[in-house]
C-alpha cells in the first residue's frame, strides 16, 4: 500500500519522508504487537537458529540415542546375533575387513562409481536445468520427456544396459547417472523459475543483455538452490551404487552387502551400511560447507 502511495504521489519529497516514517513505524508496532502476543523462547522459534552449543548437544544426542538403544536390545534382548549383531560385534567385523583392506578396497570402488556417475550427471544436468528454467520454449521442448523418465525407476535399465555396454564398469556408471541426470535438471530448472521478475527486469533496465543477465544475475541467484539439488541428488547416487554392483562386480560395499546377505553375515551388512552412511554424511556437511563460504548471502537470508 505504501508502494503504491509513494508511486501515485511522484517526487514530492515531504510526502515520501513522512511515508518513509510510517512504514519504520508500522514495522516496529508490529515487532512489538510480536512480542506481547508470542512469548520469548530458545528452542521453538519459528525459522531462527538456536544456540551452538544447544545444536552441538542435539546433534551429538540424535547419533548416541541410536547406538545407546542398539547396544541396549542387543546386550538384554536376547536377540540372535545373526538378526541383530552388537556394536561391538559390528566394530569387530569393521577390523576384521579393514585389516584384509577389503573394506579399503570395496570403498575405493563405490566411491569411484558414485563420483563418475554423480559428476557426469551435475555438469551435464546443472546448464540444462538453468536453460530450461530461464527459456520457456526450451522447458517445453524438454520437460515432459524428462518428466517422462524421471518416473522409470533406474533399476530398470539394467537389463538394457548389460545387453548394449556389457559387465564392466560403464553400465554400473551410467544407471547411477540415469537415476540423477533427470532428477538433477528438473530440480534446477525449477530453482531458476522463482528467480524474481524485478531483478530480471532492472537488469535489462540499467542495460544488460539476455547474455549478461543469465550468466550476472540469474546463475549467481540460483547457485544455493543449484547446491542442494545436488546435496539431495547424490544420496541417490548412492541409493544406486547397491543395485549397480550387483552388475557383475568383484569390488564395491553394494558387492559386500550383497554377498554377506548371501551367507548371512549380517555383521559386515551393518559394516557396509555404516560406511555409506558415514560417507554420505561427511559428502552432505561438505556441501552445506560449501554453501556457507561461497553464498554467505544466501545463509543470511535463511
Not at 576384521?96 to 569411484?112: F, P
Request: aromatic fraction near 12%.
Amino acid at each position: 500500500m505504501i508502494t503504491n502511495l509513494r508511486a501515485a504521489i511522484g517526487g514530492n519529497y515531504i510526502i515520501n519522508w513522512v511515508l518513509i516514517k510510517m512504514s519504520r513505524i508500522s514495522g516496529t508496532m508490529t515487532t512489538q504487537s510480536r512480542s506481547k502476543i508470542l512469548r520469548r523462547t530458545v528452542l521453538w522459534e519459528l525459522v531462527e537458529e538456536i544456540p551452538k552449543p544447544i545444536s552441538t548437544l542435539l546433534i551429538i544426542t540424535s547419533i548416541a540415542v541410536p547406538i545407546f538403544l542398539w547396544w541396549l536390545i542387543t546386550t538384554f534382548g536376547n536377540i540372535d546375533p545373526k538378526f541383530l549383531p552388537s556394536p561391538a560385534k559390528v566394530m569387530e567385523a569393521f577390523g576384521r575387513l579393514w585389516s584384509t583392506r577389503e573394506l579399503l578396497k570395496d570403498t575405493v570402488a563405490s566411491l569411484w562409481r558414485v563420483g563418475v556417475g554423480f559428476f557426469l550427471a551435475s555438469i551435464l544436468s546443472i546448464p540444462l536445468g538453468i536453460l530450461m528454467g530461464s527459456y520457456a520454449t526450451i522447458r517445453a521442448l524438454l520437460e515432459p520427456i524428462f518428466g517422462l523418465m524421471r518416473y522409470m525407476p533406474a533399476p530398470a535399465f539394467i537389463p538394457l544396459l548389460i545387453l548394449y555396454l556389457g559387465v564392466g564398469e560403464e553400465p554400473k556408471i551410467l544407471l547411477i547417472f540415469i537415476g540423477v541426470f533427470f532428477f538433477n535438471a528438473l530440480m534446477v530448472m525449477d530453482t531458476v523459475k522463482f528467480v524474481p521478475k524485478d531483478l530480471i527486469e532492472s537488469t535489462y533496465m540499467l542495460g544488460g543483455n539476455r547474455w549478461q543477465t543469465l550468466i550476472q544475475v540469474i546463475f549467481p541467484h540460483v547457485v544455493p538452490g543449484i547446491i542442494d539439488a545436488c546435496r539431495i541428488n547424490l544420496a541417490a547416487a548412492w541409493q544406486l551404487v547397491i543395485v549397480s554392483e550387483l552388475i557383475a562386480s568383484t569390488e564395491g560395499l553394494g558387492r559386500r552387502i550383497s554377498v554377506a546377505g548371501r551367507f548371512l553375515r549380517t555383521d559386515e551388512i551393518f559394516v557396509g551400511l555404516i560406511v555409506i552412511g558415514v560417507i554420505g554424511l561427511f559428502f552432505d556437511l561438505l556441501f552445506q560447507y560449501l554453501l556457507r563460504v561461497s553464498c554467505q548471502w544466501a545463509t543470511q537470508k535463511r
